[in-house]
């Protein structure tokens, strides 16, 4: 604006703008072409209003503001800072608060609570009032705040790459909204990636409602229709599953990932732990059977597991169907051989306790086969609630609809609010070139991707912690999401995208949000809404389904695909999703759960098919599919069904970021069909020459029979409770005198029949404790940081091998080999039996490292936090862990940070530290609690009681360093009633 | 009795010919006083000089970059550095050996080699003191391992081993310099005498420390060297022990081994004679100073490399054997992988070096040719890093739990301080030879006069 005003008159009007001289009256001066000119300029989205006609009232408001701005604009910005002299309502320096919100997972919410330091979100925890988090994260949730501080998102509106204003955006908005005011929607269209959000809901609802022209289109890559088809078929409306695995004594999974997929994956794992937490001889278990085409998470924590290509399942799930059907028929049976009979005899066995589970990315007849046996075992309404959907938003098609109408001219303004298909697509669909026909490409998204590159108009998605929102939990619980910080960037939420697009001068997602419940929650229920973080009593209710309405199974299962053609599983990076977490870090760096692989992916082949490849880990495989190949690396996965390759989705993203570049991997969407996204058959292999390198974090998956993780049958663990425990006794003797521990003695007990394997804990732990990534160069040379580990070892045949997981942080050994071989004393025992690392005594002999038997310890190799390096990424730090520098040594602490603050807040109370005060990151974290932390002085304590149960047992207690970590062996339920029978695989 | 006469007759004499004073200081002194140099010292100096260069620049680029440009990693947390050091201190072993324990034991060949191999000690001791400063994550702060009351209260943790090693090598630095200075007070005195310019006067003179050579000099220097030989005898034995339980006090298999200490000192006395040959053949040739270091002292170094090699083999063997008999899961796999494992390849060498090579010294021919004596030395000694690196990185790369396995692999910084301070010690040589006598004079001349028998 000007700055040629007079200083004495500062209500005159900027001469540049009116300078053809003496003027009479204001609206002489508001009929000026110039005014015209400035208003479209400086404030693009009244000029419309200006030329649309205003009255003379808002007028005289514009004006005065106008003028009075002009005159400010001449003045020079105040230097001056302003001190902190009154403190806002509850922000006290130094003490964090918490903030209830949601994160989305897919299409639903978890509920969330973000712990903020003045202002600046740090660390997310699960939101224990939630009923999709019950109080834990998984691992993407944790890379959040990362995410939020990542400096290549999106900052500021583009168009045509051109970077342009919010303003301009507005204005072009109303300029659409005209358009179609006028056409009723006729040539829009909006690609949605769905979200089960009230808010979105009602927003698209009312736009439809205005413009019946309007079409609406889904694309959610990751999405799968088999349940909706069944029930759609079965019932007459689309269903979603809600098991209650607390209820289910027999569960089987017919390739369904219960643990580690699906919205209420962290609920479906809290009670799964639950139900076979086993402390004494009399605890019983629930049985898990599993069938799957790939390794899963579920498959890993199965009593049985069958490994199989994803094409027969279908037989499979009809031939249970079969066998219950028979059962139920005789009456109560004896237990058969295989799989499938042990199953359905488990099933027929528990009735109404009994529940079988089909997988998502199944077809309809799978789910149709699961849901008969369900409805035999009367296990319906029971151990599986059927709700309707929370994210049914009545669509026009997907994006082969949206491809087609563009084609056929239907569409030709497309508006595509946060999904990004031109990575996502399916490769039979051209949707590149389909987007080169439109008029316009509205793209709203948190990063400029390969949509948003290709876009007329790109505008920046605010972050889930910048936005207000609402998004439903997979049982319908609804969750206000309220910002946790102003918007970094100039982020916008798609709340106010589609209200400036319906006509909003000012959007404001609060409002919009607050509308959308002002009828449900009063203001004293909205402030309670968002204290808890979900709003009481929106659960969808279950669907009372009678079992007569069941269908039965037909005969419908095709003959399996047999022979050398090879079966392609698609499934999504368990934490790159579908490649929207790309450019993070964080979780590129994360190893995945079964592979352990970091920074990209990989063609997983069971090991028989390697063998008859001759192909070596890491060789490429060209991998052809009706017509397209794609070229990827192999990595052999023990228990991979044969016959069946795995690829996942997510990788190889081209326009995702600098983090991403760094990354390997190959795009699994390249060979991915629009008809089958998730089953291919039909595959034809071919390996090639060059070898890639392919970046794992655990070299070696056998446990050399050494006695790591101790395991046993059910039975087995009933005749002999103390298993776990070595002979001879562990030694005891020490030439130094004993630590004496007056007050707390940390300790920490982890359950491995409870751990699934999920990863959660080791990204919280990095999360809270400002542990650094370190690329993939440094991975590849064995340097990443993670304070927590979880190893996975195989043991069994190759093909069908047990999986066992072990959460391995510092053991903080009573008799610590790292303390004493420490030459300048950096490691150190403390009053309450931590092993403490003094990051500034440290001088990196790595000594302590050394001598460590359970390599714990991590090495800050080269600088991996540059503390004078501008940028946005240090305020995701938490302030009350150091952040350390090159050449020092660092390991978990226990919290040690967490420990503090409780013991302050308990020293200015004049009490002890109360048990469970003290939570860990990873533990608090744990979706199925297998992480037990506390004061083993204090008898009554959770942890002293875990301690005491029989199977708990000391990691290479051998080697006399008594461990204040320990471990509760891990137990399993296989079939077999002396427990003898499985002592061979199992004992 | 005839046999063993007839044995020793054949072995040849400590010094061929017969010297006088006047030939001998003028041989060895004019080196240093003239310049008589051999045609490519200078040039060979340069070579060496490249590599002080790329010693310096090598270290630069670590203290900017960070320990991360070794090839290190979680679980192999030590690597080269380490080795290095321990081949380097076991190098200066020999010296010591051969000046204290031999003049100890009246052993008169040791007359014509010791200050060359004293030398060699030093330069070795000093660059194996570098190593364990560049091995650290934080160099700059090496002297806090020091007991140096502070402000910051800092106090060494007396029960690490590595506070114990810097002791141990801090004394035995100490100790060999004042042992070399003192053995070189003499022959200063007489470099001084004879320096024909003033600077050469003045620098010999201050550092000759006003010896005139009198009787009570000459019964003082005996008393008083004495007494430094004893002093640095224990010494041979303890550096080198006290090095090993760097490795033994640690509970990773492959370290945890009580036979560490006896097999490490074993070992620096191997690799040490074996550099003593790797210097003093070509110097001998060199110089042609062959009637001064003759065949009679290759052939005594290749014996004790015989004893302190076959020593070294026995160690070989009992840490199999023990690894088997002990009936430890983790120590059996940690040697079953040290042979067939990542690291077998520069296991295999090792033993071809360490135990077949050494086994051509037991033939006469060999020991009697200087080539072949000095490739058998050049190859042992090329062996005895390897044993070093891979005690260093095997039992590490293979401990308790299997999911940390994982190996190391060298980055060019590795090389790069190696081939440094390989070039650096070179160098020093080179300058030693220049501005100090190589070979002591007054015990030659002493060694010559009780030949001729005017003692």
């Known amino acids: 604006m000007s700055a040629t005003v007079d200083d004495r008159t500062p209500a005159a009007p900027p001469r540049s703008a009116f300078a053809r001289g003496p003027w009479r009256s204001l609206d002489e001066l508001a009929g ?23 009255d003379r009232r808002t007028l005289l408001k514009l004006m005065g503001a106008s003028l009075a701005l002009g005159g400010l604009a001449a003045c020079t910005p105040a230097q001056e800072i302003v001190p902190y002299v009154r403190q806002p309502e509850n922000v006290v320096p130094g003490r964090p608060l918490f903030y209830a919100t949601a994160l989305r997972s897919g299409a639903y919410g978890i509920g969330a609570v973000v712990e903020s330091h003045e202002g600046r979100p740090t660390k997310v925890e699960g939101n224990p009032d939630h009923p999709s988090s019950l109080g834990a994260t998984d691992a993407v949730m944790q890379a959040a705040v990362l995410e939020l501080f990542d400096p290549e998102r999106s900052r500021t509106p583009l168009k045509a790459g051109e970077p342009a204003s919010w303003a301009a955006f507005l204005d072009h908005a109303h300029a659409l909204r005209d358009e179609l005011e006028r056409t009723r929607g006729r040539g829009a269209a909006i690609l949605l990636d769905p979200v089960a959000s009230p808010t979105l809901e009602r927003q698209l609802v009312a736009l439809r409602a205005a413009w019946p022209l309007l079409r609406l289109y889904r694309h959610d890559p990751l999405a799968a229709t088999g349940l909706a088809e069944a029930t759609q078929a079965a019932f007459g409306r689309a269903l979603a599953p809600l098991p209650r695995l607390d209820r289910a004594d027999a569960i089987v999974s017919l390739d369904a990932d219960f643990l580690a997929e699906g919205p209420g994956r962290l609920a479906h794992a809290r009670v799964f732990a639950d139900r076979r937490r086993v402390r004494g001889p009399r605890d019983g278990m629930s ?116 491809v087609a109408a563009i084609g056929v001219g239907e569409v030709t303004t497309l508006l595509v609010l946060g999904a990004n298909p031109l990575h996502t697509a399916p490769a039979d669909l051209d949707v590149a070139a389909a987007f080169g026909r439109l008029r316009e490409l509205v793209h709203h998204g948190a990063y400029v991707d390969e949509t948003g590159r ?534 | 009795m005839a046999d063993a006469a007839a044995t020793r007759a054949a072995r040849p004499p400590v010094l061929r010919g017969r010297h006088d004073r006047d030939e001998i200081t003028g041989r060895i002194g004019s080196i240093v006083l003239r310049g008589r140099l051999p045609r490519l010292f200078w040039p060979a100096f340069f070579v060496a000089f490249l590599f002080v260069l790329l010693f310096f620049f090598s270290i630069a680029w670590l203290i900017s970059v960070g320990v991360g440009a070794y090839g290190i990693n979680i679980p192999v947390a030590w690597g080269t550095m380490i080795s290095n050091f321990v081949w380097w201190i076991g190098i200066g072993h ?157 509970l990773i298999p492959g370290y945890h081994s009580t036979i560490f200490p006896p097999y490490f000192v074993a070992g620096a006395l191997y690799s040490g004679f074996a550099m003593v040959l790797t210097i003093a053949i070509p110097l001998r040739r060199a110089f042609a100073v062959e009637d001064l270091i003759t065949a009679r002292h290759l052939d005594n170094a290749a014996r004790v490399m015989i004893v302190a090699g076959m020593v070294v083999a026995y160690g070989y063997l009992s840490e199999a054997f023990f690894a088997w008999y002990s009936g430890d899961t983790y120590e059996q796999t940690t040697m079953w992988r040290r042979a067939f494992g990542p690291y077998a390849p520069l296991f295999w060498v090792m033993l071809a070096c360490n135990v077949g090579v050494l086994q051509a010294l037991w033939l006469r021919r060999v020991r009697f040719s200087p080539l072949a004596l000095w490739i058998a030395a050049v190859l042992i000694n090329l062996g005895m890093w390897l044993e070093r690196y891979v005690i260093v990185v095997s039992g590490l790369a293979n401990d308790f739990l299997p999911s940390s396995w994982g190996t190391q692999s060298l980055a060019w910084l590795d090389y790069g301080i190696f081939l440094g301070s390989l070039g650096t010690f070179f160098a020093l040589v080179f300058l030693f030879i220049r501005i100090l006598p190589a070979i002591t004079i007054f015990e030659v001349e002493e060694l010559a006069d009780e030949k001729a028998g005017r003692a």
């Not at chain 1, 306790?353 to 998502?360: M, Q, R």
């Not at chain 1, 799978?366 to 059927?386: E, F, K, P, T």
């Not at chain 1, 037990?932 to 360093?961: I, Q």
């Open chain 1, 32 to 54: 000026s072409e110039e005014l015209r000119r400035f208003v479209e300029t400086e404030f693009p989205a009244f000029h419309r209003r200006l030329a649309a006609g205003v």
């Open chain 1, 287 to 402: 049985r898990l059977y599993a069938a799957e085409s790939t390794p899963t998470l579920t498959g890993a924590a199965a009593d049985h597991r069958l490994a199989l290509r994803p094409s027969r399942v279908g037989a499979l799930a009809a031939e249970l169907a079969a066998a219950v059907e028979t059962l139920t028929a005789v009456g109560r049976p004896e237990a058969g051989e295989g799989w499938i009979a042990a199953a359905a005899a488990d099933l027929v066995a528990a009735g109404p306790a009994g529940l079988v589970l089909a997988g998502d990315h199944q077809p309809a007849r799978v789910h149709r086969a699961a849901l008969a046996i369900n409805a035999r075992l009367g296990a319906l309404g029971r151990s599986l609630a059927l709700i309707e959907p929370s994210d049914a938003l009545a669509a026009d098609g997907g994006l082969d609809a949206l």
């Open chain 1, 454 to 987: 290709r876009a007329h108009w790109h505008i920046p998605a605010a972050h889930e912690l910048e936005s207000w929102s609402d998004v439903r939990g997979h049982d319908g619980t609804a969750s206000i999401v309220q910002p946790l910080i102003a918007p970094l960037h100039q982020g916008r939420t798609a709340h106010e995208v589609l209200a400036a697009l319906a006509g909003d001068v000012t959007p404001d997602a609060l409002a919009l949000v607050r509308a959308t419940w002002r009828d449900a929650l009063d203001d004293p229920a909205w402030g309670e809404a968002l204290r808890a973080g979900v709003v009481k009593g929106t659960a969808a209710a279950p669907v009372d389904i009678p079992a007569a309405s069941v269908p039965s199974v037909g005969d419908g299962a095709p003959a399996p695909g047999e022979g050398e053609d090879i079966d392609i599983r698609f499934v999504p990076d368990p934490w790159l999703r579908d490649g929207r977490h790309a450019n993070s870090a964080l979780l590129q760096e994360l190893p995945r759960p079964l592979t352990k692989l970091v920074w990209g992916n990989a063609v997983l082949v069971s090991p028989a098919l390697a063998a008859r490849l001759r192909a070596e880990p890491g060789q490429m495989l060209e991998i052809a599919l009706d017509g397209r190949t794609i070229e990827a690396p192999v990595w052999i996965a023990p228990g991979h069904p044969d016959g069946t390759v795995t690829l996942t989705l997510g990788h190889g993203r081209a326009e995702a970021g600098a983090v991403a570049r760094m990354a390997a991997g190959y795009d699994a969407f390249r060979l991915r069909g629009s008809a089958a996204p998730w089953i291919a058959t039909g595959a034809r292999l071919a390996l090639r020459e060059p070898v890639q390198r392919v970046l794992t974090t655990q070299h070696h998956q056998s446990m050399e029979g050494r006695d790591i993780v101790r395991h046993a049958s059910l039975a087995g663990f009933r005749e002999k409770p103390d298993f776990a425990h070595g002979s001879p006794p562990a030694p005891d003797d020490t030439l130094y005198p004993r630590w004496d521990y007056p007050h707390e003695a940390w300790g920490m007990v982890i359950d491995q029949t409870a751990c699934i394997g999920c990863m959660a804990c080791v990204s919280a732990c990095q999360a809270e404790n400002n542990i650094p990534t370190v690329g993939p160069d440094e991975c590849e040379r064995g340097r990443e940081m993670h304070w927590l580990r979880v190893d996975r070892y195989y043991e069994g045949p190759p093909d069908a091998p047990d999986t066992h997981f072990q959460p391995v942080p510092c053991m903080h050994c009573e008799q610590a080999p790292c303390e004493v071989v420490c030459p300048v004393n950096a490691t150190v025992h403390t009053h309450d039996g931590l092993n403490a690392q003094v990051y500034n005594r440290c001088i990196g002999t790595r000594y302590c490292s050394q001598n460590c038997p359970y390599k714990v310890r991590r090495f800050n190799f080269v600088e991996h936090q540059d503390f004078d390096a501008p940028g946005l990424e240090a305020a995701a730090n938490n302030p009350n862990v150091s952040v350390r520098s090159r050449g020092v040594m660092e390991k978990c602490t226990y919290c040690v940070q967490r420990i503090s603050a409780a013991r302050i807040a308990a020293q200015i109370a004049n009490r002890e530290i109360a048990d469970g005060e003290v939570v860990t990151a990873c533990q608090q974290s744990c979706p199925a609690r297998a992480i037990t932390f506390g004061n083993l002085n204090d008898p009554a304590s959770r942890v002293a009681a875990e301690k005491a149960a029989p199977h708990n047992y000391a990691l290479l207690e051998e080697l006399n360093t008594r461990p204040r970590t320990t471990y509760l062996a891990r137990i399993v339920n296989p079939v077999g009633d002396d427990g003898k029978t499985e002592e061979g695989g199992h004992g």
């Open chain 2, 94 to 250: 020999a010296g010591t050996l051969i000046s204290a324990v031999l003049l100890l034991l009246r052993q008169p060949w040791r007359a014509s080699i010791n200050r060359f191999a004293e030398a060699m000690t030093l330069f070795a001791v000093a660059m194996a003191g570098l190593f364990p400063i560049l091995h650290l994550g934080r160099p700059w702060f090496f002297y806090w391992l020091l007991p140096l009351p502070n402000t910051h209260m800092h106090w060494p943790q007396w029960r690490s081993p590595l506070v114990w090693d810097f002791t141990a090598i801090a004394t035995y630095a100490t100790v060999s310099l004042l042992f070399w200075y003192m053995g070189l007070i003499p022959d200063l005195a007489i470099l001084r005498d004879r320096a024909r310019t003033r600077a050469g006067q003045l620098f010999y003179g201050i550092l000759a420390l006003g010896w005139r050579g009198s009787a009570f000099h000459w019964a003082r220097f005996d008393r008083t060297y004495y007494l430094l030989a004893a002093l640095a005898t224990p010494l041979v034995v303890s550096v080198h022990s006290i090095v090993s339980l760097d490795f033994t006090f640690a």
